[in-house]
């Protein structure tokens, strides 16, 4: 007897096919399996590769080949822990009108007692699956490796690696799937060597996570609903190891911006889904206030069969891209350029004039007097020297100076000592501790914040929304010779973007906050070269409001901070390269243990992500000071001999020479 779910799954597929690929003969059936190849297996393995070669099924069983290789093609011999998730898809409508397609989860087998080694790369696992359907798209999760595996042998560690291959009920390739989002989307913010949760310590892909998180568990549990769940604060929820998730961190970095993960890619043949195919098992993960089912906080919905009907894709895409899409368009209405001219007539107390100019989005100047009152905070930070800036956030222990922090409009008013000329803002910066060399240089970072409804500024006021807009860097000498730059050639500012978009507004509320846009870079050779150089008036050597305590100077700074939120793992995510002739201009950093805690510039750096207390002992028997005071520190900050003996790349920041 028939099985009915199974006839009407296979008349949706039989359209389907149909519909993709048109009327056709039969074939001669699949090829066999010719015979497999030998060759001199890995004795190391830095890349480990996974591949499903052959998939047959036996009385309903899968016989799955799976070849695995090193970086070089060489068969490695003897893995361990090879181990395969089974899945099986049930396409859109399949189990109720309105539903999404559905994985769920079939098999999960791993270790040596599930397979055979043939001892030339090939892997053959036989095993029982439940419910299989010939009919519906067969999915083998393939995974090996991680921390602590090796081979057989003991010895050969064996990376991590997870892949996904789908095939159709015989075997052959699929004819429909369910990819919505790709892992390299996820590892625009995720370390791709790096496990996506603390709770999984070996799982890297969601598309590992979306298999197992299948139809066969709870709604709370399936990845369509999971997925939004820990990337927002919605609700909270605790796992079974009691581990608390609050999706504060992933909220604030993406800001509920669907499109930070849902980008279009021609190789998902499914990245359009989330707006297609509206359900109530995925909405809730977000709009939490809602029961459907009850009908409180939306018309009562006992089922995903009239989703559709209101939320049609356009309209879906909209409400929730629109605001982003708003945003991103009232950023690129304004700008500023600016200058910063240094004051010779009194060499005694040397000073400086700063001009704001506010352009409109064709670059053309607006006359500041006809948008103060839209303007919230417009800020600027000036320190002297970019290399090795001289003023701290609070008094340098040398020179007594701090950063020179004034805002010239705040709340719609202009600010006292600040005035418009010609409609530019103006204000003169007193007693800039200019000197010789990096310290000919004195540089401004502005940040503009504006009050405005969504679309178009307005005036402020309380409860007034506020965007922080593209922020501006100047610089100026004293000399009226070329300014000294901070080097650009070490961070890859796209990196930054990947991950903040360019419309998340950094430090707003603490300042104007501002988003990553070319205005903080400079032309070089034709092209725009954006860094941190802005950071460094306010990220100072002297480090930031709690001095060296949370290694605030801009050379520790970004290390703690990612490494804290378990983003970083190696150094080519933010590294373009590292330029380490750029530790001759510094001196001592402010470092943990407050007041005159200092350590010298290479060792600092290290220890932002190694560890003080790990590293100390090693760096003060090459010439560095760790927690000494600031004269102790800065007179041995180029007798550090770290350099002697390390030679580190972004590719292998371990790199030694003797």
């Not at 559905?102 to 087998?109: D, I, K, L, N």
């Not at 009850?294 to 879906?316: K, R, V, Y």
Request: with cysteine.
């Amino acid at each position: 007897m028939m099985n009915t779910q199974y006839s009407k799954i296979a008349l949706i597929l039989a359209a389907t096919i149909l519909t993709l690929a048109g009327c056709g003969g039969g074939d001669d059936g699949k090829p066999g399996t010719p015979g497999l190849p030998g060759g001199e297996p890995a004795a190391d393995i830095k890349v480990l590769n996974l591949d499903v070669t052959n998939v047959t099924y036996v009385d309903g069983k899968p016989v799955i080949d799976v070849f695995a290789t090193n970086e070089q093609d060489m068969p490695i011999i003897g893995l361990q822990d090879l181990g395969i998730t089974a899945a099986q898809l049930t396409p859109v409508g399949a189990t109720g009108a309105g539903n999404s397609a559905q994985w769920t989860r079939t098999a999960r087998v791993s270790g040596t007692a599930n397979y055979t080694d043939l001892k030339n790369g090939h892997y053959t696992f036989t095993f029982e699956v439940a419910g299989y359907n010939q009919a519906l798209t067969q999915r083998y999760n393939v995974y090996a490796g991680g921390q602590g595996s090796t081979l057989l042998n003991g010895v050969t560690a064996v990376p991590r690696k997870e892949i996904v291959e789908d095939f159709d009920g015989n075997g052959y390739q699929a004819q429909y799937t369910k990819n919505i989002v790709s892992h390299a989307t996820c590892t625009s913010c995720h370390a791709e060597d790096k496990p996506l949760t603390t709770r999984h310590s070996n799982y890297y892909t969601q598309e590992t996570c979306a298999t197992c998180h299948s139809s066969s568990m709870s709604m709370e549990s399936q990845w369509n609903h999971l997925v939004h769940n820990i990337h927002n604060t919605s609700k909270t929820f605790t796992d079974k190891n009691g581990k608390e998730y609050t999706g504060a961190a992933a909220e604030h970095l993406i800001e509920n911006n669907c499109q930070s993960c849902h980008v279009e890619d021609e190789n998902l043949s499914e990245w359009q889904n989330w707006s297609r195919i509206p359900t109530m098992e995925t909405c809730t993960s977000c709009h939490s206030d809602i029961d459907f089912k009850a009908g409180n906080g939306h018309s009562q919905q006992l089922d995903n069969s009239n989703c559709i009907a209101c939320h049609n894709a356009s309209w879906t895409e909209e409400i929730h891209t629109s605001p982003f899409t708003q945003k991103a368009d009232f950023i690129d209405m304004y700008g500023m350029s600016a200058t910063l001219v240094a004051n010779k007539a009194d060499q005694d107390d040397l000073s400086a004039t700063l001009s704001v100019t506010i352009l409109d989005t064709n670059g053309a100047k607006v006359d500041a007097n006809t948008l103060i009152s839209k303007i919230k905070r417009l800020e600027t930070i000036t320190n002297v020297g970019p290399n090795f800036p001289i003023m701290g956030y609070n008094p340098n222990p040398v020179t007594g100076y701090k950063k020179v922090t004034q805002d010239l409009v705040k709340s719609g008013l202009v600010q006292d000592k600040v005035t418009i000329l010609d409609g530019v803002l103006r204000f003169n910066i007193a007693k800039l501790p200019f000197g010789a060399g990096d310290t000919d240089t004195a540089f401004t970072i502005i940040g503009l914040e504006m009050c405005n409804d969504g679309v178009q500024a307005i005036d402020c006021a309380d409860g007034v929304a506020t965007t922080s807009m593209k922020a501006e860097l100047t610089h100026g000498t004293l000399s009226g010779a070329a300014p000294s730059y901070r080097h650009t050639d070490s961070v890859n500012f796209s990196t930054c973007q990947n991950c903040h978009g360019k419309a998340f507004e950094i430090h707003k509320g603490h300042h104007a906050g501002f988003v990553m846009t070319e205005q903080l870079g400079r032309e070089v050779d034709g092209k725009v070269i954006i860094g941190v150089d802005a950071c460094v008036a306010c990220h100072t050597p002297d480090g930031t409001y709690a001095s060296g305590a949370n290694q605030g100077a801009i050379e520790m700074k970004l290390h703690s901070v990612h490494g804290e939120q378990s983003i970083i793992s190696n150094c080519t995510q933010c590294h373009n390269d590292f330029n380490l002739d750029v530790f001759k201009l510094k001196g001592a950093l402010a470092t943990a243990g407050g007041g005159d805690s200092y350590t010298t510039p290479i060792t600092a750096t290290c220890a932002s992500c190694h560890g003080f207390d790990e590293i100390k002992a090693h760096a003060e028997g090459q010439g560095a000071v760790v927690n000494g005071s600031y004269q102790q520190a800065n007179d041995a900050a180029q007798l550090e001999f770290c350099l002697g003996c390390h030679v580190p790349s972004i590719e292998n920041h371990a790199a030694m020479k003797f």
